[in-house]
């Protein structure tokens, strides 16, 4: 087996009385893509932000490539080469693409000058499919093309790790597909990814093991076939009618 | 250096060398006086950019900077017999450093709550300068006559400060050229446009924002410097006039925020505007008026001031007046 | 002793005054998370209301509902000129533009009225209560202070109207979708801010000497108490008031008055600092 890239050590996220997060354990492996699912409101993105240091765990902590790095600010997050995607989309309105993605390059672990940032942002732009609106006001893109430049952002960084939070929600048929086509990109670069997402066709087919979130606790773990088949999986879905009426809606698509 | 290769950074060569030659070579004391004030006003202005255009945060107090600076170098001119030079330099440091530890503090606020901070600080320093008797309390302090004829006397002396303001004014201008065009701008840009984003990106926004505060401090504090020792007097409400500080954020709204050009242009137009409103009789006492009427239309319909309005319309100018 | 102890009490009293101006600037920013820089401006406008109603030959205590009457008004003016068409778009541009309101008002003013101070002279009682000296004014004011803020909350949680702008206040898409008509509310809920703000300006006239420039101070005290209650909460904005009050009736007795100011600042800051949503918890 490869050596774990993240462990997350029995963190617990609580905002008040109210937990959202409640003594999580998992762990990814260099180069894996681990899927992360649940109900909404299982608390995915709290344990993102728990991961990048937006939030501080309330107990339990976060191990990144063998050192503790729950407590850190996220641009020191970053620093250590673990890098993320919003799932409510936050570009930088009134900067143009190339300036929001120089900004990932410039400010990641490699720390690069502002002229070799530019290069290495151009390099991800074409990567990412945005090459024809490297000059475009961020602001002025639609939501398929913001969520690319969150991709593109993060991974400007040259990341080891990257977190991608719901970047196929919302996105039409095709535009999913050239999402995915990227996604396994970045995987054949050697990057590991620990995904959010909802589109359970996607997520089965390209996690490589996925863990299964519901009211803040995990529960269940492992292959994609193994979660699907979970009673207690189905359970926690099917108990969500919105889920419910999700999963309809994809089979009939 | 790739800054010398900006058309901007000849054009602000350009620039400063008429303000400094026009007087000169005409010898027009007059023009001089009326060049000076434009050259206070852009130096507010453009420094004060750095904060509200750059990086987001909307400083109310900036004057404060420009009023120490002021009294630290007539302080140590005038109780301690420094030199201007090194007086004016030690104050811009001086000043530099206390906004830099200020800013730790007041930084960590965001929006309303550190626009009316750096209010309290300039009406806290008013406070205190007016109540501290080292620095002549509610009076003031007057230097003396003696402390131009180390510079050969009060006509010479006038014309030098006169144009150390110049280069203060060319060094802020720069100041902004050289910020906008670095990776330390980028990362301003970047917390101006999202604070939270760019954290997870990996800006350091605490020091980023703490050195964009403290760096706004240095040139304006050097040009408070002057422009009291050209006086000869400073006195606390003059020294911390919020108002003028207030109009400084007009400028920088009416030629365009985050802009480089546009600070100029708004203190530029600023003061003819001023000129002309204070020669209208009925109009002199309104003028705070017309500056918030001016301030609230440029808010309400032209965000982007001047040459953001411009820069719309004629997108091929962005890349020559940034 | 007696005189500290008249002092606190004193500091009670107008305390509650400046809860009530509190109020209403925490009330605007709880509602639509503008911070109305114009708010010292309305303060003083308050004043000279109750100012030139009084110089009419009004009571001065009748004249607080013109006085709320018209500021109601001038709430819902400057709402519709300076604020409706920036509330989405950045912070910074409300703030800018809720000051550029506040220039204009104090600039008229000072052009109007000049900086000098003006007073409403009437006949002041002293009473003795327990043995120790408040003055009829100052009671009255902290009495007017409560009623008012007894009829906010009649308002906010009794009547249809109050309750829609508690909806606004709470999740302006949500009880837009349920039919509220989230302009009409905000720009009522500016107007009532305002109203407060200028009965707030209108009782501290009946007790001290004012200018056009006298606002601003205010304003800053109405920052402290709304911040030390936790911004946008009413009832922690009136708990500010008071405590504010209470600290500058148990330190006059020792400091300058000149000194109040530098003192308030920076409880402000390091309440900010070290309690950033208030003592008693605020909106986020």
Redo the contacts between chains.
């Keep these: 087996m490869k050596p774990a890239i993240l462990e997350v050590r029995n963190v617990t996220k609580a905002f008040g009385g109210l937990i959202a997060v409640k003594d999580v354990s998992l762990t990814q492996y260099q180069g894996e893509i681990l899927g992360l699912i649940g109900p909404n409101g299982a608390g995915k993105t709290t344990l993102f932000n728990v991961i990048n240091g937006v939030y501080k765990p309330t107990s339990g902590e976060v191990i990144f490539e063998g050192q503790k790095i729950s407590g850190l600010p996220p641009y020191e997050v970053v620093r250590r080469g673990l890098a993320r995607t919003h799932q409510i989309v936050k570009p930088l309105n009134e900067m143009t693409v190339l300036e929001n993605v120089t900004v990932g390059a410039c400010f990641g672990p490699q720390n690069l000058p502002l002229e070799a940032a530019q290069e290495v942002a151009a390099e991800v732009i074409e990567f990412t499919g945005l090459g024809k609106y490297a000059d475009v006001l961020a602001g002025k893109l639609n939501i398929a093309l913001k969520k690319r430049l969150e991709v593109a952002r993060a991974l400007a960084a040259k990341p080891r790790l990257l977190l991608l939070d719901e970047v196929l929600a919302g996105l039409n048929p095709s535009e999913v597909a050239k999402m995915l086509d990227v996604i396994r990109a970045i995987r054949d670069q050697g990057i590991s990814i620990l995904m959010i997402e909802h589109i359970m066709q996607a997520i089965m087919s390209l996690s490589d093991r996925i863990v299964v979130l519901n009211f803040g606790e995990k529960l269940a773990e492992g292959s994609p076939d193994e979660v699907a088949n979970d009673p207690q999986v189905i359970e926690a879905y099917l108990g969500d009618p919105e889920m419910a009426k999700r999963i309809l809606e994809e089979e009939e698509a | 250096m790739k800054l010398l290769k900006a058309p901007l950074f000849w054009l602000i060569v350009g620039v400063t060398a008429i303000f400094a030659l026009l007087p000169l070579l005409s010898n027009n004391i007059t023009l001089r006086e009326t060049l000076v004030l434009s050259a206070i006003y852009i130096i507010l202005a453009a420094n004060l950019n750095l904060m509200i255009g750059y990086t987001g945060y909307v400083n109310f107090g900036s004057i404060v900077f420009f009023g120490l600076g002021g009294y630290l170098t007539l302080w140590l001119v005038g109780s301690h017999h420094w030199g201007l030079y090194s007086a004016v330099l030690v104050a811009g440091v001086s000043v530099s450093a206390l906004a830099f530890l200020l800013g730790i503090g007041i930084l960590r606020l965001r929006g309303a709550y550190f626009a009316l901070a750096t209010i309290g600080v300039n009406e806290a320093v008013k406070d205190f300068v007016s109540n501290f008797d080292v620095w002549g309390g509610s009076e003031g302090i007057f230097l003396p006559f003696t402390a131009y004829k180390a510079m050969g006397g009060a006509g010479k002396a006038l014309w030098t400060v006169y144009l150390l303001i110049v280069l203060v004014m060319g060094s802020s201008l720069l100041l902004s050229l050289a910020v906008r065009r670095s990776k330390f701008g980028l990362g301003l840009f970047a917390i101006r446009e999202d604070e939270d984003a760019a954290v997870v990106l990996g800006v350091k926004a605490p020091l980023y924002k703490t050195l964009a505060y403290s760096l706004s401090a240095f040139l304006p504090a050097i040009a408070g410097g002057l422009y009291f020792f050209k006086n000869g007097s400073v006195v606390p409400e003059e020294a911390f006039n919020l108002n003028l500080s207030i109009e400084a954020i007009v400028m920088v709204m009416l030629g365009g925020q985050g802009t480089v050009t546009g600070p100029t242009i708004g203190a530029f137009l600023y003061e003819r505007l001023r000129g002309m409103l204070l020669t209208i009789p009925g109009l002199s006492n309104f003028h705070m008026v017309i500056a918030g009427v001016l301030l609230l239309l440029i808010i309400l319909f032209a965000p982007g001031g001047l040459m953001g309005w411009l820069y719309r319309i004629w997108p091929r100018l962005r890349r020559v007046l940034e | 002793m007696i005189e500290i102890v008249s002092s606190i009490l004193d500091g009670l009293l107008i305390g509650l005054v400046y809860g009530l101006a509190s109020i209403g600037l925490t009330l605007i920013f709880g509602v639509m998370d503008v ?1 109305n ?1 114009a708010h010292g401006a309305v303060i003083s406008l308050g004043m000279f209301s109750l100012y030139f109603f009084f110089g009419a030959g009004l009571h001065p205590y009748l004249a607080l509902i013109p006085v709320a009457i018209i500021g109601f008004l001038l709430g819902v003016l400057i709402y519709q ?2 604020v409706r ?2 509330l989405d ?5 409300t ?3 809720t ?6 008002i ?3 003013g ?2 109007l009225w000049s900086t000098s101070p003006y007073n409403v002279n009437f006949k002041v009682q002293t009473l003795n209560i327990f043995g120790y000296t408040v003055t009829s004014a100052r009671l009255i004011a902290a009495l007017a202070a409560v009623l008012v803020t007894f009829m906010l909350y009649y308002f906010l949680y009794r009547t249809t109207l109050g309750k829609a702008v508690r909806a606004v206040s709470n999740n302006r898409e949500a009880a837009e979708l349920m039919g509220i008509p989230s302009q009409q509310i905000l720009a009522i809920s500016f107007g009532i801010g305002t109203a407060l703000a200028m009965l707030s300006g209108a009782l501290i006239a009946t007790l001290f000497p004012f200018t056009i420039l006298s606002g601003s101070i205010y304003e ?1 005290k109405s ?1 402290v108490a709304s ?1 030390l209650g936790g911004l946008g909460n009413p009832t922690g904005a009136l708990f500010g008031g008071v405590i504010l009050g209470l600290i500058e009736g148990s330190v006059a007795p020792f400091i300058a008055i ?2 109040t ?2 003192i308030e ?2 409880i ?2 390091l309440i ?2 070290f309690f950033p949503t208030g003592l008693l918890g605020g909106r986020k």
């Design positions: 911070v820089l000129i300076a068409r920036i778009g950045p912070p910074l541009m703030l800018l533009a000051f550029a309101v506040s220039m204009i104090v600039g008229i000072t052009a800053l920052f911040v000149s000194w100011n530098v600042f920076v402000f800051v900010l600092l």
